[in-house]
């Protein structure tokens, strides 16, 4: 099955400053790959994601890189503020009979003032 | 008007008993999911429904039975509960297992 791994496991910046969160995946056919972020105590919420006949997708913020010759992405969050402090989660979507996201391990992101 | 919604959002109980959890979801999608969040954070897929119909059963012992009455709803029942089954249930629903709605989750606690 896909194996996604996904690091670092926790981030501390300084706010203002960038995050960079980055996963890699096993299975070379994946073609969609959706980031979440989890604030604390709540649900899971999709914030972005790329699709593998595109190479980059930005949303003011945030952007979404994929390298699919060397299966990994990656998420770049720019300007960070206190409100993005939350555990993010990277995703790829297996394809066959029965697709299904399979996640990442998850970062916490900390952004301290 | 609540995208996704499960009930209850807190469910504490004896080890051995059985509960449900309910889940509705209104935006007309075709695939509906059960996550388990452990304490760790993993966030693990344990059924998916497709228009009723199972689809993914990752390894989930017997004691967990889901039930989809029809599209839009997708029930989980878990018998025997044990302490390790401790943990936050998500569900989900999804147009073609793509852009996940999750609802807010069920925090099980088995004493």
């Known amino acids: 099955g ?112 | 008007d609540t995208a996704v919604s499960q009930t209850p959002k807190y469910l504490v109980t004896q080890m051995g008993n059985d509960k449900s959890i309910k889940c509705e979801q209104n935006l007309g999608h075709d695939t509906m999911y059960w996550y388990k969040q452990d304490s760790k954070k993993f966030l693990k897929i344990m059924f998916s429904y497709n228009n009723k119909e199972l689809i993914i059963n990752e390894t989930v012992p017997n004691r967990f039975s889901p039930k989809s009455p029809d599209k839009a709803h997708l029930n989980l029942h878990i018998n025997s509960l044990e302490l390790g089954d401790s943990a936050v249930y998500f569900c989900a629903s999804s147009q073609q297992q793509e852009k996940l709605f999750f609802g807010s989750g069920t925090q099980l606690s088995v004493l």
Not at chain 1, 21 to 43: H, M, V
């Open chain 1, 2 to 113: 896909e194996n996604v791994e996904q690091h670092p496991s926790t981030l501390s910046v300084q706010e203002g400053d960038s995050a960079v969160i980055k996963c890699t995946y096993s299975d070379s056919a994946s073609n969609y790959f959706p980031w979440y972020k989890q604030e604390l105590g709540k649900r899971p919420q999709l914030i972005i994601d790329i699709r593998s006949n595109v190479g980059e997708k930005k949303d003011q913020r945030i952007a979404v890189t994929l390298n699919k010759t060397a299966k990994h992405f990656s998420l770049h969050i720019t300007e960070t503020q206190p409100e993005d402090s939350a555990v993010y989660f990277c995703a790829v979507l297996n394809t066959g009979t029965a697709s299904k996201l399979t996640f990442g391990t998850g970062t916490r992101l900390q952004v301290t003032l």
